[in-house]
């Protein structure tokens, strides 16, 4: 509106749907073709295939800063889009079978949980669980509780009341480190502020909630430096994060998609009863998606039990196995991913359906 009121000939949309539904989004596009055709210039940054697809007349690819091509969308096809961003092919349908849930890692009973801004409950006496073998995803308009509802299970907010017990010990009070030792690794939605010390290198990062042990502490309390950055080392090539000084360089210094993979690499290579994955993709190109996906559902098919939360509905439907759906704090429906809509979807994420959730 502000741009409009201005009467901007040039207009610049940043990844302007991460927050909408997918019935605000058909909108949001269809507002864009109305704009470009009363003669406005549109810049549609974007690294959703399928907005691409339905918008844009013309696609310029970047991969690793440089410029690989335009192509006109009437001319081209997602595949070869992704080519071209990534350097192969991908395959964007999850490649996974039938879970086979067996038992609960993750109970959650009757949350409750105050926003640390005005007090007020932002999570609302929510239950549900996870079980071994399963992902569950917890689907919704960014802002509705989903990432109290993560810190409460993590430990970084204290619950109002509730409990939750992992792999059937009571943690409600636990610290993080107990919940760590106990089997909880957590992918966390802001790296900067919870996933990563920025100024600490990467080796160091890697190690963050197990320095502590034997493998990278002597009896003497001083570290191996050695065995980090071997550890480092590993990590680094097996997921592919790339960064200028590899183990040594600065966190602070690589790019947010570099530091995802990085999280994400340490995380997973605890070998966690329970994952909790918070936006594990947000900022990743196409193949690195491909990669991360193939990894949380090798968990599961380890027979760990992983927590999804994602405002990514086309992850939400080819990674989950259930589906959660939160809405201004409560838990307003339970779905089957392939017994559900997207269009469904969106409107209990808007509030103008729910129903009742066996927990």
Known sequence: LKMLYRENDILIFDEPTAVLTPQEIEELMQIMKNLAAEGKSI????????EIMAVADRCSVLRKGKYIGTVNIKDTTKAEL???????????????????????????????????????????????????????????????GQSELVFGVTGLEPLKSGSISLCGKNITKAPIRTRSASGMSHIPEDRHKHG????????????????????????????????????AERLIEQYDVRSGQGPITLARSMSGGNQQKAIIAREIDKNPELLVAVQPTRGLDVGAIEYIHQQIVAQRDAGKAVLL????????????DRILVMYEGEIVGEFNPKEVTVEELGLYMAGARRKAVNA
């Open 43 to 50: 810049l549609f940054i974007s690294h959703k295939l399928n």
């Open 82 to 144: 992704s080519r071209m961003m990534v350097g192969r092919d991908v395959k964007f349908a999850v490649d996974k079978k039938e879970s086979a849930p067996g038992e609960e890692v993750l109970r959650v009973e009757k949350m409750t949980v105050a926003s640390r801004q005005h007090g007020q409950d932002v999570v609302k006496n929510v239950s549900f669980s996870v079980r071994r073998g399963e992902i569950v995803c917890i689907a919704g308009i960014d802002g509705n």
């Open 196 to 231: 990563l010390v920025l100024d600490y290198m990467l080796e160091d990062n890697m190690v963050l909630q197990r320095y502590y042990e034997p493998a990278f502490t002597n009896p003497m309390g001083f570290l191996k430096r050695s065995a980090i950055r071997s550890y």
């Open 309 to 320: 939360v994602s405002f990514e509905l086309d992850e939400v439907m080819n990674v989950s």
